[in-house]
């Protein structure tokens, strides 16, 4: 797949010098050294790594769950790192959606319910918030299951829930963490179909961390994460 | 409003759980109001009668005291009535102890006009007054034994024996107003002393002598003065006030009130235990969700928020629960056997509005309590720490 032209683009990602370091028994623990990268508004990439090589960590940091040690995190020109938490919670809901690899739908709540849910953080009322749930539903081709429960669907039709639920505020970028981690073939398939469905046609951004080459070949580019180093990277 | 649905959901996850829970909370709510109703009752009635003492023989209430000792009480400063009042013993059938009930003989002028609390019409204090024979009988006992007035009853004392059953007519049956004297008994007969002493061949004597006050602050004063008039006599008396008297009386004892709170707590600090455990392990096998709704951008604080709503909808359903569960047990007591004869002795009792509302509090402030450390804990974790205990 041909990448974007990076140069004519917009950064909708730009890293700076991120360091993370954690703290274990006493001990610190470097993740990520010295990160630098620049995503282009309308990228799809994908970060691939062997584990602990600080793949999900990088992802974390660009959605604003997580803080790096130092450096800073623009997201479409909003250094997260300089938000406080309640500032940033707010800033997730409006900027990010996120698609795990394990679904992570609310249990208790049906698609419809579930794909509402970060709706429920704005001021629309009850019947806005279900139309554009179902919006959100019927983009990612599953409406008919809208009144299902988690456990009444297959692997792959939760994770399209999830993909709803992550679009429906439409966020300018998606990030996803081994979105086809627990998928069979097919159902992988069609999720990442989708997935470059919406980087083609809603033109969104989307960083997508994964171990699978098919997954990764994708995207427009890979980015190789070692030991907490972004390979081929200045620092 | 909006997140109602969303926490009630959660309530019905794990519905088995909710249910015990909830269970538990009523029964501890059930407890509180039930104890604390026999508590204001028990209260209500000691509080009652500031401006009234009683004097009965320094060695036992067992003992009576002459019938000449009333005029001598009486012409004591401050004392404004006199009325001799015996316990009768009446019971319906001699053989069987149990339906014996609460029935005093009065001097009946004097005791009605200090004693309030027993509301009659005048044409029914007239009736009562004018036949010796007489009696008045409370609203509740009336519809146990469905009596009216006009009825003849026959009781046996078995304090007072002499070979055959007296014999009472009931004059009017007596109401009382538990707002204004609460925890008032509705379950007594009060015939008069003067028939019960005759029938005796006037040897019943006095068992207590009600003595009303001017000035309740004087009744220190007054009590020494009227024991003073007798010391050193064959029957020496002793002076309290009446709610000296009636917290002394076994049952109606401080300790009693003492022991009730005392259960209440316990099982208040248990139950909270409890609760707090089940919260705890509900939000802790939440933790990834927790996460997911930090992820998509819920502030700590509206994490908080919502499991503090899930313990208090959770405390408030089990207080509802155990309120009516409290007041269908208080309106069936009486009609139990052999606890009900126990209930009737005590004034009747109703949840009052105050305790209901306090145990709605409770209820609530366990739901609160025990949803607090899962709840600051979700506040606090970090994102990605509850992610990774997936």
Redesign the interface.
């Known amino acids: 797949m041909p990448e974007l032209n990076v140069g004519a683009a917009q950064a909708a990602v730009k890293l700076e010098g991120v360091c993370k370091t954690y703290q274990r028994d006493g001990q610190l623990i470097p993740v990520l050294e010295h990160i630098g990268l620049s995503i282009p508004q309308g990228q799809f990439i994908a970060l691939m790594g062997p584990s602990g090589s600080g793949k999900t960590?990088l992802l974390?940091l660009i959605?604003g769950?997580?803080r790096p040690t130092s450096g800073s995190v623009l997201v479409h020109g909003t250094d997260v790192t300089t938000l406080s938490?309640?500032a940033l919670?707010?800033?997730?809901?409006?900027s990010v959606g996120?698609i795990?690899q394990?679904y992570?739908l609310?249990?208790?709540?049906t698609a419809v319910g579930n794909v509402e849910?970060?709706l429920?953080?704005t001021s629309l009322s009850?019947k806005q918030r279900r139309e554009r749930a179902l919006i959100a539903l019927r983009t990612v081709g599953i409406a008919d299951r809208a009144e299902h429960y988690p456990r009444q669907l297959s692997g792959g039709q939760e994770q399209r829930v999830a993909i709803a639920?992550a679009i429906v505020g439409d966020p300018q970028i998606l990030v996803a963490d081994e979105p086809t981690g627990d998928l069979d073939a097919k159902s992988a398939d069609e999720v990442l179909d989708l997935m470059q469905a919406l980087n083609h046609q809603f033109g969104k951004t989307i960083v997508m961390v994964t171990h699978d080459p098919r997954a990764a070949s994708r995207a427009h580019s890979q980015k190789h994460l070692e030991k907490g180093v972004l390979l081929g990277a200045q620092p | 409003m909006k997140w109602i649905p969303f926490v009630l959901k959660h309530l019905r996850q794990n519905w088995i759980r909710t249910a015990s829970t909830a269970a538990g909370i009523a029964v501890c709510i059930f407890l509180f109001c039930t104890l604390q109703t026999i508590v204001a009752s028990l209260q209500g009635s000691l509080n009652q009668g500031a401006a009234r003492l009683i004097t009965r023989n320094n060695v036992s209430r067992f003992y009576s005291l002459p019938n000449a000792y009333e005029e001598r009480i009486a012409a004591v400063p401050g004392v404004k009535r006199v009325a001799a009042a015996n316990y009768f013993g009446g019971m319906r059938d001699v053989n069987n102890p149990d339906s014996e009930f609460a029935n005093f003989a009065i001097e009946a002028e004097n005791f009605l006009a200090m004693y309030p609390e027993y509301i009659l019409t005048e044409a029914e204090k007239k009736a009562f007054l004018g036949d010796q024979h007489g009696s008045i009988v409370g609203r509740a006992l009336a519809e146990q034994f469905n009596w009216k007035a006009g009825d003849t009853v026959q009781l046996t004392s078995n304090i007072y024996r002499t070979g055959k059953p007296f014999e009472f007519v009931i004059s009017a049956i007596y109401h009382t107003d538990q707002t204004r004297y609460p925890g008032t008994n509705e379950s007594t007969l009060f015939l008069h002393y003067q028939y019960l002493d005759e029938t005796t061949g006037r040897r019943a004597g006095v068992r207590t002598y009600r003595v009303e006050i001017a000035d309740p602050q004087e009744a220190g004063v007054i009590s020494h003065a009227i024991d003073n008039l007798f010391e050193n006599s064959d029957a020496e008396t002793h002076t309290e006030t009446e709610a000296q008297y009636r917290a002394n009386a076994g049952v109606l004892g401080g300790n009693l009130v003492l022991l009730l709170n005392g259960i209440g707590l316990a099982v208040m600090f248990t139950l909270l235990l409890v609760t707090a455990n089940t919260m705890s392990m509900a939000v802790r096998e939440r933790r990834t969700e927790i996460g997911v709704l930090k992820t998509l951008g819920f502030s700590g604080r509206l994490v908080l928020g919502l499991i503090l709503a899930e313990g208090v909808l959770l405390g408030v359903s089990g207080a509802v629960v155990g309120l009516l569960l409290g007041r269908f047990l208080l309106d069936i007591l009486p009609g139990v056997p052999v606890i009900g004869d126990l209930v009737r002795r005590f004034p009747k009792m109703n949840v009052p509005p105050t305790i209901a509302g306090g145990g709605i509090l409770i209820g609530m402030s366990l739901g609160l309590v025990a949803g607090l450390f899962p709840s600051v804990f979700a506040y606090r974790a970090g994102v990605t720490e509850l992610l990774r205990q997936t």
């Not at chain 1, 919670?89 to 409006?94: F, L, P, T």
């Not at chain 1, 609310?106 to 709540?109: A, F, Q, S």
Request: glycine letters at 0%; hydrophobic letters at 50%; proline letters at 7%.
């Open positions: 960590t974390n959605a769950i997580d938490e309640a919670a707010k800033w997730r809901s409006r996120f795990f394990f992570n609310i249990p208790v709540l849910l970060p429920m953080l009850r639920r």
